[in-house]
């Protein structure tokens, strides 16, 4: 693996890492209780907490942060610095948002489509809907 595609890794790690460690500091857990919560060993969220995830894989982090119930989104970009790991969601909303029948059918309509699709249709649509999403983040840039 060639030096840029270790640091977007690296990044991605240390990113995904921050957000496990500020979930365990909401939740205020301590090590070993997020170790049984999480199902992962105590000096493993030691060293997550801590920063020292070199060692660690991204898969292990990501499963770690599935766990958690957090929704990350994962971000590269052309140089490591463009890559990040950010929470979609931070959980539930402290009020309940109006909905309305048409979204709820949507929204039915888009999860029954998506249990159908292989994991290659739903990997390219993501694919797209991330191209879509950096489309309108550069031209909402352009437009300033």
């Given at each position: 693996m060639n030096t840029a595609d270790m640091s977007t890794i690296q990044?991605?790690?240390?990113?995904?890492?921050?957000?496990?460690?500020?979930?365990l500091e909401r939740r205020q857990l301590s090590q070993a209780a997020a170790s049984k919560l999480l199902q992962v060993p105590q000096p493993t969220l030691s060293k997550i907490?801590?920063?020292?995830?070199?060692?660690?894989?991204?898969?292990?982090?990501?499963?770690?942060?599935?766990?958690?119930?957090?929704h990350l989104?994962?971000?590269t970009g052309a140089a490591a610095e463009e890559a990040g790991a950010f929470l979609s969601s931070s959980g539930p909303v402290a009020h309940t948002p109006t909905r309305s029948r048409?979204?709820?059918?949507?929204?039915?309509?888009?999860?029954?489509?998506?249990?159908?699709?292989?994991p290659e249709q739903r990997l390219?649509?993501?694919?797209?809907?991330s191209?879509?999403?950096t489309s309108l983040h550069h031209a909402g840039r352009r437009s300033r």
């Amino acid at each position: 693996m060639n030096t840029a595609d270790m640091s977007t890794i690296q990044a991605l790690r240390g990113d995904v890492a921050l957000q496990i460690a500020r979930f365990l500091e909401r939740r205020q857990l301590s090590q070993a209780a997020a170790s049984k919560l999480l199902q992962v060993p105590q000096p493993t969220l030691s060293k997550i907490v801590n920063g020292r995830v070199s060692e660690l894989s991204l898969e292990l982090l990501i499963r770690i942060a599935v766990r958690a119930g957090l929704h990350l989104v994962l971000q590269t970009g052309a140089a490591a610095e463009e890559a990040g790991a950010f929470l979609s969601s931070s959980g539930p909303v402290a009020h309940t948002p109006t909905r309305s029948r048409l979204a709820d059918e949507a929204r039915h309509a888009l999860l029954a489509t998506a249990r159908d699709m292989t994991p290659e249709q739903r990997l390219n649509a993501h694919v797209k809907h991330s191209e879509l999403v950096t489309s309108l983040h550069h031209a909402g840039r352009r437009s300033r």
